[in-house]
């Protein structure tokens, strides 16, 4: 064996060993993940009745919600 030999060995077997398993598959890694769904959902529920008071609120100053201080 010459020196290109050894050097091509010792490569290969450099690799063989920085691998998990030899010739396992590459699995790349999952897709970052979005804003959560729940969160946003929960966050336009809370716009929303927000808006729905302030509306009802000048329709009708004088009426109050059940379990609001007021």
């Known amino acids: 064996m010459g020196p290109i030999a050894y050097d091509i060995a010792v490569k290969h077997v450099g690799e063989l060993v920085t691998?998990?398993?030899?010739?396992?598959?590459?699995?790349?890694?999952?897709a970052p993940r979005g804003p959560r769904l729940r969160v946003t959902i929960a966050a336009v529920l809370?716009?929303?009745?927000?808006?729905?008071?302030?509306?009802?609120?000048?329709l009708d100053p004088g009426a109050r919600v059940v379990g609001q201080p007021g």
């Open 19 to 30: 691998s998990a398993l030899p010739d396992a598959p590459v699995v790349p890694d999952p």
């Open 46 to 58: 809370r716009a929303s009745a927000r808006r729905r008071t302030r509306l009802a609120n000048r």
